[in-house]
């Protein structure tokens, strides 16, 4: 994106500088790290107001989006786009650093542009909040907390920040037939029928994922493949190679998910996105501390903690309503489990659950 934008020679010598600094970093990074640090923290300020620049010159009559990049951010958001611009009339560019999510973005019809480019992890780290979206600058849907106590959910968040009502419409990304198409050729690589398979993700970026296991994975997956499921797992913890593992591209997946008989996976942005298309076959697992652990605890606060009563268990209570996906999507028929170190009890309800659908 950067080289296509920066045309004139002014800016690709500025580019080709910044460059150079960045490399440069590496000889830091090898040699001396307290130097390093300096290095990387001037590269990525340079990096940023070239970034800032080039929008102004080829996208200030565009909303430019910037979320974080988990799939839950990038679902609520892009799916409130079509809203957001018959209320506001203008093109949207949605601006990523990770190709896989560019990808993810494009399946959303109104969305005008996609814009990947490596540089943007920059704004990954930044957590300035923004009262109101505007044109011709990057719009960082980082936390837009106006929630109550009675009503809000983490959904909430995007909607607040595009300024539409809660409860807003979504438009969902399209499915297409090579998604199908790739969907049902992992089927047949992995040897398995879609009406017999079990989906289990147990990993996630928001939560801490580590209080489960491999000890509850194998006596979940020793109770269903003695009732005859196949087993595929979405995973790249060591723990789990000797399963079968899936790792298509995300629409792909959901079109893979789509099909299986029942998904299990830790509560994540993922389970968002399948719960937002449609999916109820699934079992979201919350593990018991729901602290969110990419996040500073000033966000939590801010964002989150400070209109809600924080006494004993009672916070718990509160958080997880915040997160609920039932709460979130107003439906009731999605398996939501508290992981209590019960592991027998617990791969019970979801095989009984398993058996009801």
Known sequence: MLNKLARNKFINKIFVA???LFYSYY???FFKKSKAKGVRHVYANKMKRLIVNLIKEKYSDYYCIFTKNGIGDVFFTASLINKFKRINHGKIAYFTE????ANFIKAFPSVDEVVFDKNFVFLQCEQALQDK???GIINKMFCSYQGNKSSYTFADDFNNFLGLPLGT???LPIITEENLKNANNEF???KVSPEKTILIIPDAIMFDYRTID???YKLLTDELKQKGYDIVFNTKLKEYKKFKNTFLDIMDFVAFAKQVKHTISIRSG???LFVGMGINNLTALYPQNLEIIWAPDMVLFNNFHKNYKKYYDMEFENIFNIYSLNKIFKRNDIQEIIYNYDDKEIVEKIIKKINFN
Request: glycine share 0%; aromatic share 8%; hydrophobic share 35%.
């Open 214 to 216: 491999e000890l509850f």
């Open 98 to 101: 990770k190709k896989s999510i």
């Open 188 to 190: 047949k690589k992995l």
């Open 27 to 29: 000889d830091f990074v």
């Open 169 to 171: 419409e979504r438009e």
């Open 18 to 20: 910044l460059t150079s």
């Open 133 to 135: 979206i505007q044109k």
């Open 270 to 272: 993922i389970t968002d």
